[in-house]
């Protein structure tokens, strides 16, 4: 799985909502079984790269793109992409940690079922893989039949990832995910990306500098649309090229 | 816990003084007369009912078919016309109910097709209950053939409380938060599949409870079942989709209007309407029970 490549090309991608342009002509690339982060302040279209990255932009009635994303080499807003099987291989963890109101399995089993699989035996070692690797299969294998909203915050963020990981993704994108969690389930998180890493290809939006930092080998600044900086965490957090990002990360606004 | 609230409130400045204000005072006692005669008409209305009623009712008064021109005797076929009417009604009106509500919930967008749509289950919403009845006339009985009939009449209230179930289920499909639907299609679910295993089981007690308050509205109406199901008089309970039933709304018209003894029958009058009181009543608070608790369950 960890190869040097890269897993996502993005190319002069800009994204539109109406007529305002909320994405400005961005060009990175995204290597494969790393962590990459993006930061920025609030508005600068973070999110919203983010979420093009599986299509789930599409949703939104207004929005349109132009340019190019590529995964794995494949154009992923041509005509004739599987949105569905995109969304399969590229997983998304939200910010708010948004469990279905069934059981803890059956959130799990969610992806399994819809893509057709019924036998219980196949179902059960994909649930239990899953919510090993998502480092919650401790706390919740005594409470499978239990509401996944029953569950402590933090526990319900690590079951959300519990249910894309079930998908076995290729890569997973994170919008903010720790930004509703107490500090304690904010080091848990940030330490089961960092196990995930040997796995999955990790993207990470997140408002703190210090998470980007701890966490991510690439480190990318957005400001008003813009791609201002790419490139290594330790090179954007020690010595960055562009003024913008040195008095970003410095805190001197945002 | 009082002593300490009022010592705690004393030395503070802004405590209100005591003055009568002689328009608030008029003003709020006003509101509250009328507040308290709403609730007071509901009791003065049971009250009587159940006052004229109760002595009729009894074990043998709803177990058992009118006897002697409908003078003597109990009201089963009555209740038993009433149960199926609703439930048929319901059976008919809920899948298209529902289907309408997921497409303007969860598929229209803004425009001329929605705009009329909406305007026309609005409207529908107001139309009178009579016309509803003439209409079911005209289309079931006549049109269709099915006579005067259970099928006709289920069909014609089924019509009127299309609009009362459309825009409950339509609201409990709102209700389900957005994320729900984002972690669905984040996983690779289709839009479809969001809807038929997430969207539509959030939002089921919700849909389940606009039909139970339907079910109560549709139970008591009259004129809807008039010319297209309400029989004068059946000797026992219907055995087929196309006999026509005796209803509880109807049964209490007939004899108070149309009967040749209704001085002799007003007790089984009064004990009809309280069994209809007493069946509407239940579902509501089925309805509102269910509606609380989901209310309660519910944590995002």
């Known amino acids: ?254 | 816990m009082t002593r300490i609230s009022e010592t705690a409130r004393k030395p503070f400045a802004l405590v209100r003084k005591k003055r009568f204000n002689l328009k608030q005072g008029f003003f709020l006692s006003l509101i509250r007369t009328f507040g308290f005669a709403g609730a007071l008409t509901l009791f003065v209305i049971l009250f009587f009912v159940a006052y004229n009623g109760i002595h009729v009712i009894s074990w043998d008064f709803i177990s058992r078919p009118p006897i002697e021109a409908m003078t003597k005797g109990g009201i089963f076929p009555v209740i038993v016309g009433t149960v199926l009417l609703t439930a048929l009604c319901m059976i008919a009106v809920i899948p298209i109910g529902v289907t309408t509500a997921v497409f303007l919930a969860e598929y229209s967008k803004p425009g001329m097709l929605l705009d009329t749509v909406m305007m026309s289950i609005y409207t529908l919403a107001g139309v009178p209950s009579v016309v509803f009845g003439l209409f079911g006339l005209g289309v079931f009985v006549v049109m269709f053939n099915f006579g005067m009939s259970l099928l006709a009449g289920s069909l014609t209230l089924a019509i009127m409380v299309l609009p009362y179930i459309i825009s409950t289920s339509e609201e409990a499909l709102k209700a389900v938060p957005y994320s729900f639907r984002e972690a669905s299609l984040a996983c690779g679910a289709t839009k479809w599949q969001t809807i038929k295993k997430v969207v539509l089981p959030t939002a089921m007690p919700g849909i389940l409870t606009g039909a139970i308050l339907g079910t109560a509205k549709v139970s008591g109406e009259t004129a809807p079942i008039m010319f297209t199901a309400a029989a004068f008089f059946t000797p026992g309970v219907p055995r087929s989709f196309f006999e026509p039933v005796m209803a509880l709304p109807y049964h209490i018209y007939v004899l108070a209007t149309a009967g040749t003894h209704i001085e002799e029958t007003r007790g089984i009058q009064y004990g009809t309407a309280l069994t209809l009181i007493v069946l509407v009543l239940g579902m509501n608070l089925l309805g509102i029970i269910l509606r609380s608790r989901q209310r309660k369950k519910k944590t995002w």
Request: with cysteine; glycine share 8%; aromatic share 8%.
């Open chain 1, 1 to 254: 799985m960890v190869d040097d490549g890269n897993i996502f090309e993005i190319k002069d991608f800009s994204i539109y909502y109406g007529d305002f342009m909320a994405v400005k002509n961005v060009r990175i690339d995204v290597r494969a079984g790393r962590i990459t982060a993006i930061i920025g302040p609030s508005g600068c279209g973070k999110s919203t790269l983010l979420r093009s990255l599986n299509r789930m932009n599409d949703l939104i009635i207004s929005s349109r793109v132009e340019g190019q994303v590529l995964f794995q080499g494949v154009d992923i807003y041509h005509r004739d992409t599987d949105v569905i099987e995109l969304r399969r291989r590229v997983g998304m963890v939200f910010q708010k940690p948004n469990p279905f109101p069934s059981s803890v399995y059956e959130n799990v089993a969610y992806g399994p079922k819809i893509r057709g699989i019924r036998k219980k035996s196949q179902l059960d070692e994909i649930v239990e893989n899953a919510l090993v690797r998502a480092d919650l299969w401790k706390e919740v294998k005594d409470k499978l039949n239990e509401s996944g909203l029953s569950l402590s915050g933090g526990q319900m963020q690590r079951l959300c990832i519990a249910r894309s990981l079930a998908q076995e993704p290729e890569v997973l994108l994170f919008d903010e995910p720790t930004s509703a969690l107490d500090p304690i389930s904010t080091a848990n998180i940030e330490n089961l990306l960092q196990e995930l890493q040997k796995t999955v290809t990790i993207i990470i939006v997140t408002h703190n500098m210090q998470q980007a930092a701890r966490i991510s080998n690439y480190t990318a600044f957005m400001y008003l649309g813009e791609m201002i900086e790419f490139g290594d965490t330790d090179t954007i957090f020690v010595n960055p090229y562009n003024k913008l990002t040195e008095e970003y990360i410095t805190g001197r606004f945002g």
